[in-house]
Every structure is written in structure tokens, then in C-alpha cells.
């Protein structure tokens, strides 16, 4: 058989640099975009119950509670 060991793969970023990245697109985007437009946006995500904003709640909402705080207290954590 042609079996094939995985290889690691080179400068693969950690955890921690792609939160850093994400954190850092984010505001990015947010001071493009200017309060104003964030603010009309978030009105309309929290006032549409179908959006996916309000999934995702419902779906956390059905989760464990100590799994859920124990991955929010270890995201923070790592800051």
C-alpha cells in the first residue's frame, strides 16, 4: 500500500495570531464603515427575529451554560 504520512504544514498561524487578525480586521472594517452605518445595522439584526444573529442565540441558548462560560472565559483568557 501507498500510504502517506500528513505533513505539518509550514507557518501555520496559532490561535492566538487569528484572533489577533480577526480582532484587528474588525476594527478595520468598523472605522471604514463609520458609527452611523453600525448602528443602523445593528437596529436592524436586533429587530429581525429570523436573522442569524438571533439563531445563533437561540442555539447558544440551548447549549450547556458551563461549556458555553468556559469557552467564553478561555477566548478572553488568551487576550
Do not use: C
Request: proline share 1%.
Amino acid at each position: 500500500m501507498f500510504w502517506k504520512k500528513k505533513q505539518k504544514v509550514a507557518n501555520k498561524p496559532t490561535r492566538a495570531e487569528i484572533i489577533a487578525q480577526a480582532k484587528k480586521n474588525a476594527k478595520a472594517a468598523s472605522e471604514a464603515i463609520g458609527e452611523d452605518t453600525l448602528a443602523r445595522i445593528r437596529a436592524h439584526i436586533e429587530n429581525n427575529e429570523n436573522s442569524e444573529f438571533h439563531q445563533a442565540l437561540r442555539r447558544i441558548k440551548a447549549m450547556d451554560k458551563d461549556r458555553v462560560a468556559d469557552n467564553i472565559r478561555a477566548t478572553y483568557r488568551d487576550e
